[in-house]
Every structure is written in C-alpha cells, then in structure tokens.
C-alpha cells in the first residue's frame, strides 16, 4: 500500500521558490557579467578606431611631425606607437599588452601606426558591478525568503481551516462546511471536494445508523410478532395436559388441536416470511425464464377461489410475457390476493388485470375494501406494518406479505406500488410493474 509523503508545504514551497529565485539570480548576475564585458570591449574598440581615423585624416594633411601626430592621438587611456618607413619609431608600446586591446592602421606616408587600449579600468569596473550584482541579488533573496515565510502562511492558511474543520468534525462537531465563494481554482476545488466527502461520509453515517434503528426495531417487531403464536402454542399444550379423558374432555381437547395446529401454522407462516426477507436482503436466486403473467394470473384465481369459495375473484387482460422467475412472481401474485381477501373479507370483490403500458407489463391487483389512505400507500410496504382496516392479526397476516412482494419485484427489475383509485371507486389497487420479455 503506497503512502502520502508528508513533508511541510510551506517549507517545500519556500524552497522551491529560492531555489528558483537564486538560480535566476545567478543567471542574472552572469548574463550582466557577460553583457557588461562584452559592450566595454566593443567600447574600447570603438575610441581605438576613432583615434585610428583621426591619426589617418592627420597623416593626410602633413602638417604634423612624427612626435605631434602621436601626442595628438594618445592619452585617455590610450597609448600610440608610430612606426615611420624608415623605421624610425615615436611613443611608446606597454610592457605589457595582455590587459591591452590593439588596433593597427596603415597611414597614407607609408608609415603605420598602433593603438593600446587599456582595459584596466574597464575591468575594474566590471568587478565592482559583479560584487553589487552579488551583494543586491543576496539581499533580494534574504528580504524574498522573509517575505515568503509571510506570503506562504497567508496562502496556506486555507489549508489550516480545512484542517481545523477536519479536527471538530472527528470531536463531533458535525455539519460544518467550508462553503468556499469560489471553486474555479486550485483551493476552490479542493474546499468543494472536502465538503462533498463529508456530506457523503456524513449521510451514509446517517443511513447506517437509520439502517442500525430500523434492524433493531424490526427485531424487536419480529420478537413480538413470534412470541404471540409461540406463546397461544404454549397455552394450548399446557392445557392440553390438564384436559380430562371424558366425553366433555375429548371436545375441549380436539378444539385445542385445532387451536394449537392454527397458531402452530402461523408461526411458521411468520417464520417463513422472514426467512424469504433475509433471502431478498442477501439477494434472490432467481431462476429465469418466460412466464405468462395471465396464466399466473388464472392460476391465484383458482387458488383463492378453493380457499375462499364466495370471493368474487376473476383474471382478465391479454397474456403478457416476461423474462423472470414463475415460483417467486407467483409468490408475489399470493401475496397480493391474500392481502386483498383480508381486506375484503370472504365475500369480497377482487379483480387481477394484467396488461402493457409505457413498455412495461403491468399486472394490477384491486379490492373493493376499505381502501388505503393516501398517507400509507408507502407505508404499507414497510415490514410488520399492519394497516387496521385491512391488515388484521386475527386474519393471519405477518405483516410481511407487501414487503416480500416489493422486493421479490425490485429483484427483477420491476416495482409493486399502491395506485391511486380511480375516483368514485372503493378499495384498493396495487400495480406490479416488470419489464417485457426480450425477443
């Protein structure tokens, strides 16, 4: 696992910034060095071949001697040695001409003449700039490295509050933002990007904890929920033994049966129902193929039909295939006539229309019962949620029913809603929604 190296950034943007400062200095003060050097060559050179033409337009003239022609060209640093045809020589030449620039010249009497220019002063001019050049570009970076330690906390203080913020958040100081003016540069993004991780860390803490409360509440639900059957099973066992062997004895007993075999079987109803939850939540096997939403349809219809032989219960619509899995959609279809003969009661109205719309196959379950308030038609599908009009105990229901529906359906793609009733119409309708099958 790689790891942030984490070196101070004021101190790594100090230096950087001298670092870059001093070798501009340096480049600077060379440059100069070589710029300076090079014009005072060309300087000299230049009064060297003004004193050359000058001695040039005298010769032409005649008018001056060896020794007048030569005391009219030299001084100002410059020294001239004339040389005449014969040989004869007037001024003099430097011991020394290396610290020297030389220019000859041919003069129109044949003779020819030699100027020295001496660079002495020039180069110690030159040093004196090198030294202040060093000395001011030291000093521009002592005053630079100042002012940085300044300029670089000011720009970074930014970073100090994120980090002040950081700190409360973790002692629990929660929603506090940064809220930065800008976010079309550097910090601006950096700040926005900051603020988005703790909203989102700061909601899925949020939804983990909502999670955390709605597990427990729903453990606790299903405790109450089991212990109410496993409880009527307790009683009636514990007085099954009390019961005596007579005529009178044997009807309480058979009675009892019957009463422990109806809360023996809604246990295990209950249990079931939180066995398929779990299933949903770890997520379904599904095994896929097409099914005919109609013929699932007919098939409830003659189900609910046997178990409730005066409910007015019919399929109609045009067969509607989907891609999906026929035991669990199947369950859906159960639980939904189930809980609509609850609500109805045995000498109901209910109605299974499956269909198409928006690309989508529809299956729509309606009652004629008391219907759903607006309030609860989300409600509704929450677990061990129990509606008093429709979702009584003394009918059997866990309370589980809707959830699993919904879940079953979200496992294929689709959704179970409650739907608005069409006005002026009792009752409640549910729509599964899935998705057609592929060609």
Do not use: W
């Not at 040389?83 to 020394?96: F, H, S, W």
């Not at 959609?329 to 719309?357: C, E, I, W, Y």
């Not at 529809?362 to 008093?388: C, M, Q, S, W, Y």
């Amino acid at each position: 696992m790689s790891r942030l190296k984490t070196v101070s950034l004021r101190r790594r943007v100090t230096l950087s910034v001298m670092i870059v400062l001093f070798a501009v200095m340096v480049t600077l003060v060379f440059t100069v060095d070589a710029l300076f050097a090079s014009q005072s060559s060309r300087d000299v050179e230049t009064v060297l071949l003004d004193r050359a033409r000058t001695a040039q337009q005298l010769a032409k003239t005649q008018k001056y001697t060896g020794n007048q022609l030569v005391h009219k060209v030299d001084g100002m640093g410059v020294q001239v040695l004339l040389t005449m045809p014969n040989g004869m020589t007037y001024g003099t030449a430097p011991d020394n001409d290396e610290r020297f620039k030389t220019v000859q010249r041919d003069l129109p009497d044949g003779s020819s003449i030699t100027l020295y220019g001496d660079t002495t002063v020039l180069s110690a001019a030159q040093i004196r700039l090198r030294n202040l050049l060093a000395a001011v570009g030291l000093g521009a970076l002592a005053v630079t490295a100042g002012a940085l330690v300044f300029v670089v906390r000011r720009a970074l203080a930014p970073l100090d509050t994120m980090t002040t913020l950081a700190r409360s958040i973790t002692g629990g100081h929660r929603g506090r933002r940064l809220n930065p003016l800008r976010t079309n540069n550097e910090l601006g993004r950096t700040a926005a990007a900051f603020d988005d991780m703790l909203d989102s860390l700061e909601g899925a803490e949020a939804t983990a904890r909502a999670s955390e409360e709605r597990t427990k509440r729903f453990v606790a639900d299903a405790a109450h929920e089991l212990r109410t059957p496993i409880t009527g099973v307790q009683a009636v066992a514990e007085a099954l033994m009390q019961t005596g062997l007579d005529e009178a004895g044997a009807e309480e007993r058979d009675r009892m049966n019957l009463l422990l075999v109806r809360e023996s079987r809604r246990a295990g109803r209950l249990v079931d129902d939180l066995l398929a939850l779990a299933r949903i939540d770890a997520g379904l096997e599904l095994q896929f193929e097409r099914v005919d939403l109609l013929a699932l349809a007919e098939a409830e219809v003659s189900r609910s039909t046997l178990l409730a032989p005066d409910l007015d219960i019919e399929a109609e619509g045009a067969p509607v295939v989907v891609d999906g899995d026929p035991q669990r959609l199947a369950q859906v279809l159960v639980n939904l006539s189930d809980n609509a003969r609850q609500a109805t009661g045995p000498q109901g109205k209910v109605r299974l229309t499956v269909g198409v719309f928006a690309g989508r196959a529809l299956v729509t379950v309606k009652d004629n019962g008391p219907g759903v308030a607006f309030r609860d038609r989300e409600r509704i599908f929450d677990r061990l949620t129990r509606l008093d009009e429709a979702r009584d105990r003394r009918h059997g229901g866990s309370g589980l029913g809707l959830a699993i529906a919904r879940g079953v359906a979200r496992a294929h793609g689709g959704d179970l809603t409650c739907a608005v009733p069409d006005p002026g119409e009792p009752g409640a309708a549910f729509v599964l929604s899935l998705p057609l099958a592929s060609r």
